[in-house]
């Protein structure tokens, strides 16, 4: 079995207290981060995330629509420039001219319909424009709103934080002035059950709360002070000291 000096084995229950500060601390700080808004402004930027990336998807698709618009009324007005010049100089026959004259017709209507539709697609630019811009808002009011209450939720837990990294940093330091080797052993015990080391208090387990049975406490009590005995109910490595153990039976 493991075996440790007495006077370290009494070190574990200072280290215990140690731990048990950490952990209030951990605790105090998960509650203070609870802030009930936090919730509600993390999902109202988080939908005013999602309505500004629709409208910009918008935006692009309408623009998009705009440029090919455009790219049609410009071929049309190339292609009727060139027939109109060919009209202008009489290059042809009277048959080619009268062609020429019909697709100049033609075109000239043309170009009108893609001019409308070109105004109609602009309108709906300008419209996806404002939405974009009116959602772009919004997600910065969101974000603002978050930035608020999380600010709130660091200032009302600056303290705990301080506080919980200094109990962190002296855990941290007195462990080092313990053997690794039990260090060890109470940091197994420890993440079982959450009790590393515990006072054994005429018969009295302090991990556990409860009197040992006579078999498992005569047990105990006969292993030599250097060997490391646990709990039988908690698992945690438990501290003997000859003053607290007078009067048990052996």
Same mark, same amino acid.
């Given at each position: ?10 070190? @574990? %229950? ?5 731990? &048990? ?7 105090? %700080? ?34 998009? #629509?705009?440029?090919?618009?455009? $790219?049609?009324?410009? /071929? ?9 010049? /060919? ?7 009277? &048959?080619?001219?009268?062609?020429? $004259? ?16 070109? @105004?109609?697609?602009? =309108? ?5 424009? &404002? #939405?974009?811009?009116?959602? =772009? ?7 603002? !709103?978050? &930035? ?15 506080? %919980? =990294? ?17 260090? +060890? %052993?109470?940091? /197994? ?13 005429? +018969? ?8 040992? $049975? ?7 009590? !006969?292993? $030599?002070? =250097? ?24």
């Amino acid at each position: 079995m493991a075996t440790a000096a007495p006077e370290e084995q009494l070190l @574990l %229950l200072d280290l215990a207290k140690l731990d &048990s500060a950490v952990v209030a601390l951990r605790r105090q %700080l998960r509650e203070a981060e609870q802030d009930p808004e936090a919730a509600a402004a993390a999902s109202a930027e988080q939908e005013a995330s999602a309505a500004a990336d629709a409208a910009r998807a918008e935006l692009a698709s309408v623009a998009d #629509e705009l440029k090919a618009s455009e $790219s049609a009324v410009a /071929k049309v007005v190339a292609h009727l420039g060139r027939d109109q010049h /060919k009209l202008d100089t009489g290059a042809g026959t009277a &048959s080619d001219m009268m062609a020429l $004259s019909h697709e100049v017709e033609t075109l000239n209507a043309r170009q009108a319909e893609l001019e409308d539709e070109e @105004l109609a697609i602009m =309108e709906r630019v300008e419209a996806a424009e &404002s #939405e974009a811009s009116a959602a =772009e808002r919004a997600l910065e009011s969101a974000a603002e !709103a978050r &930035s608020v209450v999380d600010a709130r939720i660091q200032a009302a837990t600056a303290d705990v934080r301080a506080r %919980l =990294e200094s109990a962190e940093s002296e855990r941290a330091a007195f462990a080092a002035t313990i053997s690794a080797p039990l260090v +060890g %052993l109470y940091d /197994k015990a420890y993440a079982r059950r959450g009790i590393g080391a515990a006072r054994l208090y005429h +018969g009295v387990s302090e991990g556990s709360g409860m009197q040992l $049975s006579p078999g498992d406490l005569a047990e105990i009590l !006969a292993a $030599s002070a =250097e060997t490391i005995v646990y709990c039988p109910d908690s698992g945690a490595i438990l501290v003997r000291d000859p003053e607290w153990t007078r009067g048990t039976a052996k």
